[in-house]
């Protein structure tokens, strides 16, 4: 593991695999107890903070999203000294009011994955119940809406119902009618577990939508195809880069207000717990058990 530490985190989705003018000072591939992640770890300096960067898919687009490594990937950011993130993500808009190349700042999840991806640190021996009621960072999304004019020709949106799904294939019609009908404001595959296991790490997290369809719900429109994604994903892309360069100078060091929130959410009575459990969940939250 590297001996520099990075106090900001990015995560790259669909499109996003490397960061234009990061001053790499070194990459890493860690091992975690939960296995590497997704790709080596960027580390470097960016607009005058040091930063880790991550592409969530791998460079080259190679994991779906319920192949993911999620937990070591928020392990790995972890063990380097990460207290925020960014990750950006493609969506899907389920509202006629946020067009493709639009970007959102959602305030909150609708869990439509089926379970096959594992979605917790905690389990086999020591049990943890994290408080989630706000999945994302207030914080974050002021200071990233703060600089919604750096982007160009696209509005940034906030406070939107995220769905996240499955996939990988799209929605059926039905079902993205269904979402519509749940709150949904956008809907992507990636949002979970990535912001559950951030919770549990003590890591602030705000995800970063970036509109490339309208999913299936407009019945008079051909269904999403990837082509048609693919045809946002340089614009999109441009943009983020934009958005992200403005934000990171206003991200300024402070006290994390999640930090400690996990000691209190372990409810194991120590002598229960699996010591090869707590031997993994230590190179987390060091010290905690």
């Known amino acids: 593991m590297s001996a520099i530490k990075a106090r900001i985190g990015v995560?790259?989705?669909?499109?996003?695999?490397?960061?234009d003018g990061l001053k790499v000072e070194e990459e890493v591939f860690p091992e975690t107890p939960w296995g590497k992640p997704s790709d080596a770890i960027v580390i470097g300096e960016y607009a005058g903070k040091r930063l880790a960067f991550l592409p969530r898919h791998g460079r080259g687009h190679f994991l779906t999203p319920s192949e993911v490594p999620a937990r070591a990937n928020i392990c790995a950011l972890k063990m380097l000294g990460v207290s925020e993130i960014l990750a950006f993500s493609a969506v899907g808009s389920l509202r006629e009011e946020i067009p493709p190349?639009?970007?959102v700042l959602p305030n909150q999840i609708i869990d439509?994955?089926?379970?096959?991806?594992?979605?917790?640190?905690?389990g086999e021996g020591v049990v943890a119940h994290a408080a989630f009621g706000d999945p994302f960072s207030a914080h974050l999304a002021d200071v990233i809406f703060a600089q919604a004019g750096a982007m160009e020709n696209a509005a940034l949106h906030r406070d939107k119902t995220l769905v996240c799904m499955e996939g990988p294939l799209f929605s059926t019609r039905a079902e993205s009618l269904a979402y519509r009908s749940l709150g949904g404001d956008v809907i992507n595959m990636s949002a979970l577990p990535e912001a559950k296991l951030a919770r549990?790490?003590?890591?602030?997290?705000?995800m970063v939508c970036m509109s490339t369809d309208y999913d299936s719900w407009r019945l008079e429109e051909e269904a999403v195809?990837?082509?048609?994604?693919?045809?946002h994903?340089?614009?999109?892309?441009t943009n983020a880069k934009k958005l992200l360069a403005a934000v990171i100078p206003h991200l300024e060091d402070r006290p994390n207000p999640l930090e400690g929130s996990m000691r209190t959410a372990v409810i194991t009575a120590p002598e229960k717990r699996n010591p090869a459990t707590v031997a993994k969940l230590n190179q987390l939250l060091p010290g905690y058990f």
């Open 101 to 103: 190349r639009d970007f």
């Open 233 to 237: 994903f340089s614009a999109n892309t």
């Open 225 to 231: 195809t990837a082509e048609e994604i693919m045809a």
């Open 112 to 122: 439509r994955t089926r379970g096959i991806r594992p979605s917790t640190f905690f």
């Open 200 to 206: 549990e790490a003590e890591i602030n997290y705000q």
């Open 11 to 19: 995560i790259g989705g669909s499109g996003i695999y490397d960061i």
